[in-house]
Each structure stands twice: as C-alpha cells, then as structure tokens.
C-alpha cells in the first residue's frame, strides 16, 4: 500500500498538470487520486474547440483509475491549478468524487501550504449513489 504524503499528492498533481492540454484557457489543472488501496492515478484537464467536451483533471484521474479496473473508492484527491492556489475542484468534478466515495480534497493555499478538508465540506448534503437504494 501506498503512504504518500499531502505534499507529494499536491507534487504528483503538479508533475500532471505541467502536461495538461488548455490553449483556450491557459489554465492547466492536474489532479492526484489515492485510492483506498493506495494506488495513485493522475490526471490533467484536456481542452476542445467545443468547449462542452472539455474535461477536468479529477475526472481524467477518476476514469483512468475505472479504466485500470482499480477499486471505484477514492481515499483522497489533490488538485493543482499552476496558475491558482487555492484550485478547488468544480461542481461536477465535485459530483463524479461522490460517485465514487472521496473521503478527502487537499488544495494548495495561498501561502503553499497543503489545504485538506473531509469531502462533505465541499459537497454536503449530495446526491449520490445511496440515494438510488430501495427503500
């Protein structure tokens, strides 16, 4: 299993965001996702002409770990805007880390110190799959 440090999730998120694809915004994000096993899959945001089929760095990371046929529980994600601190994931990134149970969001501060918040912080009360269960 791996152990990884808050800082070195916020390093592995940076190394990702230096590849990230954004010649319309100029704003590359990389994400760090730590499963509950430890494994760690990264990712960055991939621009397009259409902007609607842009994608975000933390659901880049959440489907290269589904696509690995990794456990869908996501322990802790860590999110780096190169050119933003703090860079708090968006709504719907927001709602795919639901999906598949985050437990944890770290950020980098302003004074680049590692910013980390339980997820019900960031999305409380939400919809997620629980809420499909019979009752």
Request: aromatic share 6%; net charge negative; hydrophobic share 40%.
């Amino acid at each position: 299993m791996t152990t990884l440090s808050d800082t070195e999730l916020l390093d592995a998120a940076r190394r990702a965001a230096e590849h990230a694809y954004v010649p319309y915004s100029s704003f590359p994000v990389g994400a760090a996702v730590l499963t509950d096993d430890g494994t760690l899959f990264t990712g960055c945001n991939v621009e397009n002409a259409a902007y609607g089929e842009a994608i975000c760095a933390e659901r880049n990371a959440v489907t290269t770990m589904i696509a690995a046929g990794e456990s869908p529980k996501v322990a802790t994600v860590a999110v780096i805007g190169l050119k933003a601190a703090p860079c708090w994931p968006c709504g719907a990134c927001r709602q795919v880390l639901r999906e598949f149970h985050c437990d944890r969001v770290i950020v980098e501060g302003e004074d680049g110190q590692p910013v980390s918040l339980p997820f019900d912080q960031i999305l409380p009360n939400s919809f997620g799959p629980d809420a499909l269960e019979a009752r």
